[in-house]
């Protein structure tokens, strides 16, 4: 339905930073519910952050206080920030948009983008 689309994904050493970013089309991304996912080889996706049609924020405890989800409407573009990186950081990261709210749970989703790399060396 809503046609996602990452990028900023790439080759970063332990304790860097890297923001990603998530173009959305649409007139109505205000009204989206936002999350990140990741997933690591031969591991299942995960849920990592999220960001209400409101401005609400959830964040899973591995990467609560190192990483920020933020969203441009004017853009329609949501951002995740992630600093302190840790080699298992290390994933093809996602985002998905639902209605309004935001939940921790893939199946809720019903956007997907296709995925940007992040690689967090040691």
């Known amino acids: 339905q809503v046609q996602l689309v990452e990028s900023g994904g790439g080759l970063v050493q332990a304790g860097g930073s890297l923001r990603l970013s998530c173009a959305a089309s649409?007139?109505?991304?205000?009204?989206?519910?936002m999350g990140w996912f990741r997933q690591a080889p031969g591991k299942e996706r995960v849920f990592v952050a999220a960001?209400?049609?409101?401005?609400?924020?959830t964040y899973a405890d591995s990467v609560k206080d190192r990483f920020t989800v933020s969203r441009d409407n004017a853009k329609n573009t949501v951002y995740l920030q992630m600093n302190s990186l840790k080699p298992e950081d290390t994933a093809v990261y996602y985002c998905?948009?639902?209605?309004?709210?935001?939940?921790?749970?893939?199946?809720?989703?019903?956007?997907w983008g296709a995925g940007t790399q992040v690689t967090v060396s040691s």
């Open positions: 649409g007139r109505t991304f205000s009204t989206y519910g």
């Open positions: 998905a948009a639902r209605p309004w709210i935001v939940t921790t749970q893939m199946a809720d989703y019903s956007s």
């Open positions: 960001i209400s049609g409101t401005g609400g924020k």
